[in-house]
């Protein structure tokens, strides 16, 4: 994610990179933040299970680090890191969505503005239900419902457009032809090109 910042040294701005300050912003002497990716994944799993595993308090996280690691930290310490954990894994998932999208569109150049659309609203809603967002999928579930209704509509509304067109024409044809009055003939046609709108 790209914000824009101003420089100390000069008032031009730059790029700030909130990604880059996550990886470059970590201290040297941080235990948990510094452990290997492996261990990061297991201990992300200890709090979010896959399948039907127990998802352990923090409490037993820091037995599980003590005993398995040699690491001691406070709880609040590791708090704070599962918050980082968190915001990292979603920055990487980002960063492989991201990379994904770029590469299908070198690959067609003619990905269309509403493709392009519909690839996002499909990455955002997964990133809802990923991130344990149900307001948020909800909201979009009932705009992406509505953005359907009124597609619908546009479409009901063409359709009739074009079915009135098409009964004018068939009238403005019936009258031209029967300038004697009204036939049988005539009058069927008249209720054919009525029964159109």
């Not at 003619?110 to 990133?127: G, I, K, P, W, Y």
């Not at 009901?156 to 024409?169: D, G, M, P, Q, T």
Request: net charge neutral; glycine share 4%.
């Amino acid at each position: 994610m790209m914000i824009w910042c101003n420089s100390r040294s000069r008032n031009a701005a730059k790029p700030y990179d909130a990604t880059d300050a996550m990886e470059k912003e970590v201290r040297a002497d941080a235990k948990l933040k510094n452990l290997p990716g492996e261990v990061l994944d297991e201990l992300w799993r200890f709090r979010n299970p896959e399948d039907d595993g127990e998802k352990l308090t923090l409490e037993a996280v820091l037995v599980e680090l003590k005993n398995g690691y040699g690491i001691e930290v406070s709880i609040s310490t590791l708090s704070e890191f599962y918050k980082w954990l968190r915001f990292k894994r979603r920055m990487e998932s980002g960063r492989k969505i991201t990379d994904q999208v770029m590469e299908q569109m070198k690959r067609d150049p003619s990905m269309t503005l509403e493709r392009m659309h519909d690839a996002a609203q499909f990455v955002f809603t997964n990133a809802t239900l990923d991130h344990d967002d149900p307001k948020t999928y909800l909201a979009l579930a009932k705009l992406r419902l509505d953005a359907e209704k009124v597609k619908n509509d546009q479409r009901r509304i063409k359709l009739r457009e074009e079915n009135a067109a098409s009964a004018k024409a068939k009238l403005e044809s019936v009258v031209t032809q029967n300038k004697g009055g009204l036939t049988a003939e005539t009058l069927k046609i008249i209720e054919e090109a009525a029964g159109l709108l």
